[in-house]
C-alpha cells in the first residue's frame, strides 16, 4: 500500500473501511468474512464487504484471491453529481474521510475516472473552503466537510486569524530596506542623466 502511514489514526480509519468484493477462489475456514455465510469454507463468486487492508493484501497475491469492486459513493451517479457541483454535496455522509479513501479506491478503477473526479471535487470545493476560512461564521453553514476539508478550514481560519492579529499590533511595521531605496535613488540618477 503505497499510500499507507503506519502512524497515522486517519490512514488506520481509512484502511478499516469496508469495501464490496468478490472472491474468486474458494477459501477454507474463511466463512467467518461473510456474516450470511453457513459453511465454514467460503465459495468462489461469493461477495462480501471487507476492510480494505485485507482486500488489498488478498487482492495483490498471484494469483489474485478477490476482485475488488468500487463502493456505492465512487460509482457512475455519484461520480456524475459530484462532476456537475461538488459544492452542494454533503460529503460528510458519503464518507468521513472521503479523499483519503478514494485514494485507495482508485487503484481498483479500471476506467481512472475516480481520481479525476477527486481533484475535480476538490477543485469545486476549495475556493468555497477558502472563502469561508475567511469568514469563520460561514464554515458552519456550509454543506458537511469531510473530515480533511475541515481540518484545512480549520487551518485556513486559524491563519486569517493570525494574520490579521499581527497586522493590528503595528509594532513592527513593514517598511523598505536601505538597500532597495538607495537603488531605486541610483537607478532614477542614472534614468536622468540620459
Known sequence: MEFSNYLSITDILVTNERI?????????????????????????????EIPIWLAESLYTRRPPLVNVELPKTYKDSYREILNADACTVDLHKLGQHFYELGCYVAKHDIKGEVGSTLINTLRQRFRMLLSASVATDSISAMQP???????????????????????????????????VANHRKRKRAEMEMF
Open 20 to 48: 464490496p468484493c468478490k472472491f474468486l477462489h474458494d477459501l477454507p475456514k474463511m466463512g467467518f468474512l461473510d456474516p450470511s455465510a453457513a459453511d465454514d469454507d467460503l465459495k468462489a463468486g461469493t461477495n462480501a
Open 145 to 179: 466537510l469531510s473530515a480533511s476539508e475541515r481540518l484545512q478550514a480549520a487551518a485556513a481560519a486559524r491563519t486569517e486569524r493570525n494574520l490579521a492579529s499581527w497586522l493590528q499590533r503595528g509594532d513592527c511595521p513593514l517598511t523598505t530596506a536601505n538597500m
